[in-house]
């Protein structure tokens, strides 16, 4: 039968809905069970343990998923396939550890077998499952419990609402524990040394800033034309305005701050820059990250920002139209 369209955008946003349904019940779901798993969590990775995650089918690649977002994080995990684990690869279980094991049904055979022998490893468990009344929820330490009405499938067979209430809640249980752990920008970069993501979060303002001959900077003594020249030679659209006496940045004076100056009369140019400038500008410090600096540029809705040394002196500049060249935004 030929795909209808109206057909086929009816049932994608009734798949759509469940999924929701899945994830808003999950949400609601979540109590005391949540925190004490979460805390258990936070402890295996305290003390140096690892956390082991398993699944059969469409379970194990959720397992695998937030085997890897637990590891972005600093949280030492690893997937344990479930057939192979009785055949030897039980060897990377030690005591201490926790193991999170995602059966949707609570009943997945593989899985349960590995309840006792993990149990005799001195592994604590976690039942991953939607069925709290399963022999897999009943045999654990921990549960973690989502809540999924009906799947998507409109045969009620290929596991939808499932997985997706199954990865969301994995994916909670690791942002309560990064927030929890004081993980920094820095952090997560060390886990992220490669690919465009490394890139941008280690990338320093000293590497984007403009600085000689792209940064202008004056006394704060010049008239309003010698400013002016000096934007203009740089191509800049702003020029860092300093004291004559010690060099630190005393003010900024942009484009927007040059049109309203030309409605103060017409000689405006010969005026001091001083009578125009932006006091107190925002600024960087050169050591910061990048994606500080976009923040700044965000929070603030400007266009320019002087990067300072630890002196409070100019160094550099970055202007608002440098972050998407270089894939910060």
Known sequence: MALQPKSA?????????????????????LGAEFVATARAVEAAARG???????????????????????NSTGVSSCFLDATQALHGDLGLCAAGDLALLLSNSGQTEEILRLVPVLKRFGVKLVAFTSHPESDLAQNADYRLLYRVRREACPLALAPTASTTAALALGDALAMVLLEARGL?????????????????LLLRVRDIMRTADRLPVAPDTVSTQEAILAMTKAKSGSIALVSPRTGKLTGILTDGDFRRSALT?????????AAFMTRRPKTVREEALGVEALRLFERHKIDD???????????????????????IV
């Open 305 to 327: 920002l002087i990067v300072i040394n630890a002196r409070g002196q100019p160094v550099g500049l970055i202007d608002g139209q440098d972050l998407p060249k270089l894939k």
């Open 265 to 273: 009369g017409p000689d405006f140019l010969r005026q001091p820059v």
């Open 48 to 70: 140096g343990h690892k956390l082991i995650f398993s699944g059969v089918g469409k379970s194990a690649h959720i397992a695998e998923k937030l085997t890897g977002t637990f």
């Open 184 to 200: 920094t920008r820095d952090d997560f970069a060390q886990f992220h040394p490669a690919g465009n993501l490394g890139r941008v």
């Open 9 to 29: 955008l009816a049932r994608a946003r009734a798949c759509i809905r469940i999924e929701s349904e899945a994830l808003h019940a999950t949400a609601r779901s």
